[in-house]
């Protein structure tokens, strides 16, 4: 796995200020790719940051989502969606692939607080704290980054617009 993933590649998508807060906010993270069969492959992530240069970094834990990070492997395109679990806001961003590289000793703090973030927005929408937690279990030990600089968002929030680019 390379350390540097796609540092210092300049975002080619429209990535605001705004994006970069709602996608490190405590959002549902669902994965996608396809398999060598073109297939989709999907896959849950725990959170995401925002590296400088608009780099994408999504933890994810391995073992539950080894087709996905196979696909990232293989270099296939890649597609996350970001969902806020109390009002259903949703974008979806797109690269033409991704890297894998280590998890870092920082990224712990901030999934830790991107997954408690997550775990209240179910509890507020009804979810019991027990399957709230037991959504998308963290193992430090197993942890894998998926890093990517965009090249296309859409919003994908239910009703009018689902769908839209999101340009400049």
Known sequence: MSAGGTRGRPPSAAVSSELVAFVQSGCGVGLASAATDGTAVVGVGLGCRVRPGGVFRILVVRAP???????????????????????????????????????????????????LLFRDGMVEIGYSPAQAEGYAPCDPNDLVAVEFVPARVFTQTPGPGAGAEVTR
Do not use: M, W
Not at 89 to 111: G, T
């Open 65 to 115: 989502n080894s087709a996905f990070l196979d696909a990232v492997r293989r270099g296939a395109p890649v597609a996350v969606t970001f969902t806020a679990t109390r009002n259903h806001e949703s974008y979806q961003v797109k690269a033409d692939r991704a890297e894998l590289c280590d998890a870092a000793s920082d990224d712990q703090p901030e999934i830790d607080r991107q997954q």
